[in-house]
C-alpha cells in the first residue's frame, strides 16, 4: 500500500532522530511490501528563522495532505526564558494542535525490564507499571480567553469545555481501555471548579454505556500522589489539557524508560506522533540522541494506519536493541555506546 | 504570656488527634510559663450537620479573636463522590481561607532518617530532601468567576492574577528561602497563560531586591517531573494556587513521611495550622491515628507567635519519640505500635 507520511523534524535533534525513524519505517515498507512517501515540512524554531512563523501555512497543507505525521521535536535556547517573545517555537505547537484539531494526546507509559534501575522509584514500585495518559489536547485554559485588565495590575486566563469535547475525549479513553486492561479513571477537581463538574457529569453518563470498564474519579491533587506512590494501580487515566499536561509528565519520570516514550496526538484530519522528550539542543548534531521514543512513535503510527503487524515487528526490534545493547550513550551503562545513526542502521538491518 | 488560639478539631480523626497536640502545647506552656487559651468551633461536615454551614459565622468569630487557629481535618464520606451537593464540606475550607485572607499556604516536607524506607522513591533519590513548597490560596481559578452556559453545553472557570496577590506571596517566599538554603523556585505556565506571563514579570522585578537569594523558573510541567527525580535540589518552591494544589501533594508523598507533615495557612488576621493529611473517616474514634503531623503543626503555631525556643522543643520531643519507637501502627513497623493517645501522652510527658 502507499502512504503519504508528514514529516516535520523541527529543532535541535529532531532531524537526526526523525531520520532513524525513517530508516525503521522504510524497512518496514521493504518487508511488508508498502511504500511510505515522505513530505517534509518546517516547524518550530526553525520555522520562525526561515518563516517567522512557527507553524507555517505550507506545513499546515503537508500535514492535511498526509495520512499520518511525524514529528522531531521543537524548542531553542533563544527563545528559553523569554516567555513573552513575540513569536515563540511553542505558538507553533499549539497553532498546529488547533488547526489539525488534534484533540487527544496519548502517552503510553512502559517499564523496561532492564531500563528500571533508572526510576527514581522503588523497583518494587515501578515493575510491571503499564499505563496510558489520555489528555484533552485543544480546550480548557490553553485555548480560552486570556489577557491584562486595561491598567496593567492583573491578568486573566478562561478555562471553558463544552460536552462534546468532554464527550469526545472520554469515548476515545474508554475504546482505548476497550483494548487493554478495562479500567478508566477520570481526573478532574470537581470540588472546585465548574468545569470539572460538567466533565464528571458527563463522565457518570458516559461510563453507564461502556459496562465492561471499570470507572474510577480522582481528584487531580490525589492522582499526583496516586502516580508516584501506586503507578501500577492505573490502566488508562484521562484528563483536561493542563492537568493532563502536569500529570502525563509527572508518569513519564516514573518508569525510568522517559527516553524511549512514544506519543499520539489524535486529530479529525490526521494524526501527530511524536516522542515525548524534548529538542534537547545540548545534542544536536552530536549523533548521540537516542532515537527509539522516535522509533516507537513510529509504531504507533503504523497501528494509526491499521498496520498492526508492522507496529509490532517494530517494537520487537526496539526489544531486541536493548536485549543486545545497541543502544545510545543515556542507557548504555556500562557497555559500549552507539551512535544515533548506528542504532538505527542496526534496527533497520534487524527488523 | 497568654495566647488566644483556636480550635477547630473538624471530622474524622481530627477531634483525637488536636486533643494530643494541644496535650503539647499545655506541656510547653507548663514549662515555659505561657498560657494557652482554647476556644473550640466547629467547622467541615460535623458544621453542616449541626449548623447547615460548613464554616458558621460563630467559628469565623473564634478565628477573627485568635492569636492563632489550630485546625484538625475536615471531610466525610457521605459527601463524597457528591461534588454537585448544595454544601460540601470543603467550601467551608474554602469560605475560610477567603474571609480569613489566608494568601499563604505553607508545606515543609522533610525526611525522617527512620522513614526513609516508606518512600517510593529510592533511598538515594530521597535521603535528605528539604523543601518546602508555598502556594498561593486565596486566588486563581479557585476564586475567579465560574458557571455553565446557559443552554448547559459548557462550562467555565477563570484564573485571575492581581500584580499585588503575586508580590505578596513571592515576598512571603523570598522571606522564607533567607532563613533557609537561599534558593526560590518559582513555577508557572508562562509558555502558555497570561496570568502566568504576569507571574513571571513580577518575579523577575523581586528577585532583584533580594540579592543574596538564587531564583530559577520552571515551568508547573517541568517542576513534577523534577519533584521525583531530584527532589534534593529544591529549597522553596512557589507558585499559583491550582499548581500549588498539585505539587504541594505530589510533593508530600516522596519522602515517605506523608503522615507526619504540617502545613500553616498565612493570613492577614490570623494564621492557621494543620496536618496535610485528611479526616481519615475509617480510623476516626480507634485511638489509633498518628498525631504527630498535627503536633508538628503545633510547633509550627508557636514559631508564628515567636516561641522559637518552645517550637524547637516539640520537634525535638517529636523526633525522639521516633527514635524510641512511642509511634503509632501506621509508622510502627515490627515494633509495637502505641494509641494516638498514648503518643500524644509521652511527648507532654518528656518534652
Ligand atoms: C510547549 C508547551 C506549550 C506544551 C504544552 O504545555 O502543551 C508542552 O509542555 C507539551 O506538553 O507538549
Ligand atoms: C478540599 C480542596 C478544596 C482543597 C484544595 O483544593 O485546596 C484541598 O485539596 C487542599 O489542598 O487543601
Redesign the pocket.
Known amino acids: 500500500m502507499d502512504f503519504k507520511i508528514g514529516v516535520l523534524a523541527g529543532d535541535g535533534i529532531g532531524p537526526e532522530i526523525v531520520e532513524q525513524a525513517i530508516k525503521v519505517m522504510d524497512a518496514v515498507g521493504a518487508k511488508f511490501g508498502h511504500n511510505f512517501n515522505y513530505t517534509k515540512a518546517l516547524v518550530g524554531a526553525i520555522a520562525i528563522d526561515e518563516t517567522g512563523d512557527p507553524y507555517p501555512d505550507a506545513t499546515h497543507q503537508v500535514c492535511m495532505d498526509s495520512d499520518a505525521v511525524l514529528f522531531g521535536a521543537?524548542?531553542d535556547p533563544k527563545y528559553d526564558n523569554n516567555p513573552a517573545a513575540k513569536v515563540r517555537?511553542?505558538q507553533g505547537?499549539?497553532g498546529m494542535r488547533k488547526k489539525l484539531g488534534l484533540y487527544a494526546?496519548i502517552r503510553p507509559v512502559t517499564t523496561f525490564p532492564s531500563l528500571l534501575h533508572k526510576s527514581p522509584l522503588r523497583q518494587d514500585i515501578v515493575e510491571g507499571a503499564d499505563l496510558v495518559v489520555i489528555r484533552e489536547?485543544t480546550g480548557g485554559i490553553?485555548f480560552g480567553a486570556r489577557g491584562r485588565s486595561e491598567d496593567l495590575t492583573s491578568a486573566f486566563d478562561t478555562c471553558v469545555y463544552t460536552v462534546e469535547e468532554i464527550e469526545r475525549i472520554l469515548r476515545l479513553a474508554y475504546e482505548y481501555a476497550g483494548k487493554r486492561n478495562k479500567r478508566v479513571t477520570v481526573v478532574d477537581k470537581a470540588n472546585v471548579l465548574a468545569s470539572s463538574r460538567l466533565w464528571r457529569e458527563v463522565a457518570q453518563r458516559i461510563e453507564k454505556e461502556y459496562t465492561d470498564i471499570e470507572t474510577d474519579y480522582m481528584l487531580v491533587d490525589n492522582a499526583a500522589m496516586q502516580l508516584i506512590q501506586w503507578p501500577k494501580k492505573f490502566d488508562v487515566m484521562v484528563t483536561e489539557?493542563m492537568f493532563g499536561?502536569i500529570l502525563?509528565?509527572e508518569a513519564s519520570v516514573i518508569t525510568g524508560s522517559m527516553g524511549l516514550l512514544p506519543s499520539a496526538s489524535v486529530g479529525r484530519e490526521t494524526s501527530v506522533f511524536e516522542p515525548i522528550h524534548g529538542s534537547y539542543p545540548q545534542a544536536a548534531g552530536k549523533d548521540i540522541a537516542n532515537p527509539l521514543a522516535t522509533v516507537l512513535s513510529a509504531a504507533m503510527l503504523l497501528e494509526s494506519l491499521d498496520l498492526l503487524e508492522e507496529a509490532q515487528a517494530v517494537r520487537d526490534v526496539v526489544n531486541r536493541s536493548i536485549d543486545a545493547e545497541v543502544v545510545t550513550v543515556d542507557i548504555a551503562g556500562d557497555s559500549k555506546a552507539y551512535k544515533t545513526s548506528e542504532v538505527g542502521t542496526w534496527l533497520a538491518e534487524n527488523l
Open positions: 521543537i524548542g517555537p511553542e505547537l499549539l494526546n489536547l490553553y489539557n499536561d502525563s509528565d
